[in-house]
Each structure stands twice: as C-alpha cells, then as structure tokens.
C-alpha cells in the first residue's frame, strides 16, 4: 500500500525550496547547478522533487520557451510557521511551553539567546 502524501516538506525537498527562495524563479537546470555537489542530484531526481513540490503546493511554474521556471508559491516564513505546527501537534500536543522547555533543557544557549528570549517574553506578556 503507497504511503499517503504529506504536506510537510521532506529535506530533500527543503534543500530545493531553499535554493528558490535565495535565488527566486529557476529553471531546473539552474537549480540542479545551486545545489551543493555532495548532493549528488541527477536533473531528473530534481526535476521529479520539483514536481511533487508544486503538488504539495510550495512552488508554481511558467513555462518560458521550453524551460519551465519555477518559483515558490509560499514565502520561507509560511513555510516555516506550518512545519511549527506540525512539531508543537506532533511531539508536544500542541502546547508551545512544552516545546520552549525541551529547548532550555536540551540545548546550550549563549547570554546573548537568552537576553533576547527574555526580550520576545517580556513582549508578548505586553500584549497580554
């Protein structure tokens, strides 16, 4: 049985996302050429990724010539506002402490992270 799509960007996929967002609307060519050599990306593997992208609705396409252009249909920040809802529903039952807490306890922060969090809680207690 095929597993069933998901919205959710894979790395593969975030690797090509990425590179349309820095350089905005690329052939596939162009994009196979951005991206890191380790990557080992054959065009029709990028092309296939391409593909499925605009699928999920990530990317659009026009077609100039006989290139198709690709670009990003949904801005970084959407992007990145949907894969934090998916982590907060997934692994912290939606609960955004939850989340801020498994980061304090796992993760080394320098003085400078840890001013500037006090700074977003002392304004979003602001809004409150």
């Given at each position: 049985m095929a597993r069933p799509k998901s919205s959710s960007l894979t790395s593969a996929e975030l690797?090509?996302?990425?590179?349309?967002?820095l350089k905005?609307?690329?052939s596939v060519a162009e994009v196979a050429d951005a991206l890191p050599l380790e990557t080992g990306l054959?065009?029709?593997?990028?092309?296939?990724?391409l593909r499925i992208l605009e699928d999920k609705g990530y990317l659009k396409h026009e077609k100039q010539g006989r290139a198709f252009i690709y670009s990003a249909a949904v801005e970084r920040e959407t992007a990145q506002r949907s894969a934090l809802t998916q982590l907060l529903t997934?692994?912290?039952g939606g609960k955004p402490e939850l989340l801020v807490q498994n980061l304090l306890d796992n993760e080394e922060?320098?003085?400078a992270e840890i001013h500037r969090l006090r700074?977003?809680?002392?304004?979003?207690?602001?809004?409150l």
């Open positions: 690797r090509l996302m990425d590179v349309l967002w905005g609307p690329s054959a065009y029709s593997t990028v092309l296939t990724t997934r692994f912290f922060l320098s003085e700074e977003l809680i002392a304004k979003q207690e602001g809004r």
